[in-house]
């Protein structure tokens, strides 16, 4: 995949979902949960989640919040979220949409109290015109003091570039099991990071490869904050971890909280 092929970075993701919760079980985990569920019982209103995926934040923070929305272009992803919902019984306090971030379908006059950006979203937006789209639709939802909260992944322009190695393997559930063979790709040029992905699945003695690429762009917080301003918002804080650490440009997480003005 090229730069230009990139240029939706919302692809993949379909292809991603079966093997999404397994591959982040084991990497981030639940590291970040607390601290999205705080900020939103802080909020004391409802919940925007960007990017919402298979629902590994949007179950914990829906049980805290008084109302969830969660927005995400992949309809594959989406179901399993909604089956999240309707074991956790929370379906009739949340709303899942299926939708482009870049420009919210919502309301005219509908306002949430947080907007949730977590675990690199806002990455996945490979032009400065889909960011500052996507700012924009955010700051239209959220009242004057509303609260966005944003997560870069702090090491994407850091990330070793290789070929066909064994990341992970391990169980997927029932008789399947899954071994995943990744490369990476830095496009400096274009700021991207590509990850190509193969997950080798196996059943019984029966093998089906499924192969993708997700893309990421390196967005810096000087960045993000600036764009932030430009929009509408007043940065509140800015961490290097999800326990209020500083923020550094090593730091562990890139954090940014900020207040709509």
Same mark, same amino acid.
């Given at each position: ?70 927005? %995400? ?5 989406? +179901?399993?979220? /909604? $089956?999240?919902?309707? &074991?956790?019984? =929370?379906?009739? *306090? #949340? ?100 990850? %190509? ?5 196996? +059943?019984?003695? /029966? $093998?089906?490869?499924? &192969?993708?690429? =997700?893309?990421? *762009? #390196? ?43």
């Amino acid at each position: 995949m090229t730069a230009d092929s990139s240029a939706a970075g919302w692809q993949g993701w379909d292809a991603y979902a079966p093997f999404y919760d397994w591959e982040n079980r084991r990497t981030i985990g639940r590291r970040d949960v607390r601290f999205w569920t705080d900020l939103a019982r802080r909020a004391d209103g409802p919940v925007l989640e960007l990017g919402c995926g298979t629902g590994r934040l949007s179950v914990p923070v829906a049980r805290v919040a008084p109302r969830f929305v969660g927005i %995400d272009r992949s309809e594959a992803m989406l +179901r399993r979220l /909604r $089956r999240r919902m309707r &074991r956790a019984r =929370l379906s009739g *306090r #949340t709303s899942i949409v299926r939708g482009d971030i870049r420009a919210l379908p919502f309301r005219r006059r509908w306002r949430c109290r947080l907007v949730m950006a977590p675990y690199g979203m806002l990455q996945s937006l490979l032009s400065d015109a889909d960011l500052a789209a996507t700012l924009e639709a955010v700051a239209a939802v959220l009242p004057r003091g509303g609260t966005f909260g944003v997560d870069l992944v702090a090491e994407l322009p850091r990330w070793r570039e290789y070929r066909r190695q064994v990341a992970l393997r391990g169980p997927l559930g029932g008789d399947r099991r899954v071994t995943l063979i990744e490369s990476v790709r830095q496009v400096r040029e274009h700021g991207l990071t590509v990850f %190509d992905q193969e997950f080798l699945e196996w +059943r019984g003695g /029966r $093998r089906t490869v499924h &192969r993708f690429s =997700l893309a990421f *762009r #390196t967005v810096t917080v000087p960045q993000v904050a600036e764009r932030l301003e430009a929009a509408g918002f007043r940065i509140d804080a800015v961490l290097g971890d999800y326990a209020g650490a500083e923020w550094s440009p090593a730091a562990d997480a890139w954090v940014v909280i900020a207040r709509r003005i």
